[in-house]
């Protein structure tokens, strides 16, 4: 029995180490072949990979509708940008303090409002991706310089040899921390955790009947989100080296909510393409400018008539919005 | 009150006592006592509406009582939430099967384990030979279980895919991997055909073998006088007899609950 298992499992992932390692040749290439406007472009890529992997713990594996995610990710940009441009602290260091600020913020917000199901959660969510939007505006204590933002902020480095400036450079940042979240997410998965939350997904009434401390597992997924948006926001703040409210509207939560069920929800490999159709999109879309929103209205309604698992669903343990939906009714 | 002395032990695994819950203006369950013993298979029967169900989400912590407590193994449970309750010892199942629809019927099981299990986050992305260790054992409790309910075959297809039948089982094989003192069933034989409900009194009856306790909630009169040890009758949110199963089916007030009661007899004083 264990021998066809690892024959089995052998047959299986050749293939697929396959494909792992041509992808990775891609990726490394990529920078070298392009001009630096289309690595760029790539950065962004990343960073909306690192937003939508983020977003796809609370909604793709606990099935939480959360429409304020670009909150986190402000709180993370801004606790980068105003802590490294009136305290100096360097931008590596404050990698995981940002990560640690959209934690402990997400714990805060979302300690009072976790027991709210389906639809009130989601409202809710908005709301507080609307206050943090708001509040940066209205420029508390002179700290978030109002709708200008803040400017001036770093670059990322380790003394002065090890300087992060250029695009290729940002490129290999952003997508070497997108690697290991990935590890970590599948790592994850496979685990006690991730069960636990896709439990609560499928039925969390069951879930609580079971043994899983379904307040516990909820809150672990909105810190640990909050957590990585918090990381692409640093990231993204010293890449564009200002910062201001705009870049964390709610239309920037809808993108990484639409990343999430392009892929797939609770896919990572789903969760890497919605963030390519997501950042790609207006580049090649760029000469019909005036039709974009049209057309990715439009592909989003087909997508959730006739592929609501995603473009790449999870082969075992997925679920597609559809049946999310209809445990909202299940629930009550 | 001769009759308790016909119970299989002295010792109790749960009690309620004087448990009451209502709902609005409805009082679901009034004063409701009972007492579960160790290593029996216990069913509490009733009409529809009678408040069995309200007994068994209050016992597995769903909905807190008004009055009244709930004491598992000796310690009062009552107010507890549902996963500490698991955590203590008492698993359930749900009228309706409730089961995790898109995951492996395995995963479904492995859930099951989750309460017996420690690993943190960090523990989970590091993969700390503690952790391994620990995903080993909760592996192998599975596979053991999904054996027992005989659904092998079936381990890696998703749940919702599964016969109607098999599901049930494989519901109890999850609440069976929490590893609990005590399994609170509740109407395991609906929906199943007559072969598939003899399979099961069967398979209750050998858990009853491995020291596990039943709480069952039953319609189906075969499985009740089958296998139950003692049978606690309940109608209105209290209970109105309990006694050994032969007993309790030719107790006047039992018949009278189900079948209503009938007017000639009380004129005529023949009752």
Redesign the interface.
């Known amino acids: 029995m264990e021998d066809t298992r690892i024959s089995k499992l052998n047959s299986f992932f050749s293939p697929q180490q396959g494909t792992l390692f041509a992808v990775l040749g891609i990726f490394v290439i990529y920078p070298f072949a392009a001009n630096n406007y289309y690595i760029d472009v790539a950065f962004f890529f990343g960073i909306y990979a690192l937003l939508g992997l983020s977003l796809n713990i609370v909604l793709g594996e606990v099935g939480l509708f959360d429409l304020g995610h670009a909150g986190f990710y402000a709180i993370g940009a801004y606790t980068t940008a105003i802590l490294n441009t009136k305290f100096g602290v360097p931008i590596l260091v404050l990698l995981p303090v940002s990560a640690i600020a959209a934690a402990l913020f997400a714990y805060l917000v979302c300690s009072p409002i976790i027991h709210l199901r389906g639809d009130y959660l989601c409202i809710v969510t908005i709301g507080m991706g609307e206050i943090v939007r708001l509040s940066l505006i209205n420029n508390p204590f002179d700290l978030t310089g109002g709708p200008n933002g803040v400017f001036g902020i770093d670059f990322p480095s380790l003394g002065s040899f090890f300087v992060i400036d250029s695009s290729i450079e940002y490129y290999f940042f952003i997508w070497i921390v997108v690697g290991f979240s990935i590890l970590?997410l599948i790592?994850?998965q496979n685990?006690?955790?991730?069960?636990?939350w896709?439990?609560i997904r499928?039925?969390e009434?069951?879930?609580?009947?079971?043994?899983?401390?379904?307040r516990h597992y909820k809150l672990?997924a909105f810190v640990?989100g909050a957590a990585m948006a918090g990381i692409a926001g640093n990231i993204y703040a010293s890449k564009l080296m200002c910062v201001s409210p705009e870049s964390f509207s709610f239309m920037e939560s809808c993108l990484m909510f639409c990343i999430v069920l392009i892929g797939g929800m609770g896919s990572i490999p789903g969760v890497i393409i919605g963030a390519a159709v997501i950042s790609l999109f207006p580049e090649i879309f760029r000469p019909f400018a005036m039709y974009r929103m049209l057309i990715f209205g439009t592909v989003m309604i087909l997508m959730m008539m006739f592929r609501p698992g995603g473009a790449w669903p999870r082969r075992?343990?997925?679920?597609d919005i559809k049946?999310v939906l209809n445990t909202w009714r299940k629930n009550g | 009150m001769a009759e308790a002395d016909l119970r299989t032990t002295d010792r109790a695994i749960l009690e309620t006592r004087k448990l009451t819950k209502v709902f609005g203006g409805l009082t679901a369950v009034n004063n409701f006592d009972s007492q579960v013993r160790e290593g029996e298979i216990c069913s509490l029967i009733g009409p529809n509406g009678a408040g069995k169900t309200t007994v068994f989400n209050v016992v597995t912590g769903i909905y807190k009582p008004e009055n009244g407590s709930v004491v598992f193994n000796g310690k009062d449970i009552t107010g507890q939430k549902p996963h500490q309750i698991v955590s203590g010892g008492i698993a359930r199942t749900f009228q309706n099967i409730r089961l995790f629809p898109n995951m492996t019927c395995l995963e479904n099981i492995m859930a099951g384990q989750h309460c017996r299990g420690s690993a943190g986050m960090w523990g989970s992305i590091f993969r700390t030979s503690r952790q391994k260790k620990e995903e080993r054992h909760i592996r192998e409790v599975a596979e053991a279980r999904i054996h027992q309910v005989g659904l092998w075959e079936s381990r890696d297809e998703l749940a919702k895919n599964i016969a109607y039948g098999s599901q049930r089982m494989l519901e109890i094989a999850r609440a069976l991997a929490t590893e609990p003192g005590l399994l609170a069933l509740d109407e395991p034989s609906s929906g199943l055909n007559p072969s598939e409900t003899e399979e099961l009194m069967v398979f209750l009856k050998s858990l009853v073998k491995e020291n596990f306790s039943i709480f069952l909630i039953e319609h189906d009169m075969n499985v009740v006088m089958g296998i139950s040890d003692w049978v606690i009758v309940m109608d209105e949110g209290a209970r109105i007899a309990e006694g050994r199963p032969e007993t309790v089916y030719n107790n006047p007030k039992v018949i009278e609950a189900y079948l209503g009661y009938d007017d000639d007899q009380q004129v005529n004083g023949e009752s």
């Open positions: 970590a790592r994850l685990s006690r955790i991730g069960r636990a896709n439990c499928e039925d009434v069951a879930a609580n009947a079971n043994g899983i401390n379904v672990l640990l075992r343990g997925g679920a049946s």
